[in-house]
């Protein structure tokens, strides 16, 4: 996998977990987006996400990791902030 592949497919899996955290807030402020995620996002290749390399190296559990994400999401999406306040 090229670089180039790398980021995109990287890119794409942090926007699948955002879009995962970002359900989880609507649901719980009451309002319903559409259908729910599948699942977790899978990176494609063999070399891992930049968001699972940080897990690892810091032993994030899989709240923690969810945490980092919904820090993540209030600086990078707008839709963030207002939910976490709903």
């Known amino acids: ?3 180039k592949d790398w980021h995109t ?3 794409e899996y942090l926007a699948g977990h955002l879009a995962r955290i970002r359900r989880t807030l609507e649901g719980h402020a009451g309002q319903n987006s559409g259908p729910a995620v599948a699942g977790p996002p899978v990176m494609d290749g063999d070399q ?3 968001l699972e390399a940080l897990c690892q ?3 994030l559990s899989p709240f923690e990791r969810d945490v980092l994400l919904l820090c993540a999401g209030v600086e990078l999406e707008a839709a963030f902030a207002p939910l976490c306040a709903a």
Do not use: K
Request: charge should be neutral.
């Open 1 to 3: 996998m090229s670089a």
């Open 9 to 11: 497919a990287n890119q």
């Open 48 to 50: 891992p996400a930049a």
């Open 57 to 59: 190296l810091f032993n």
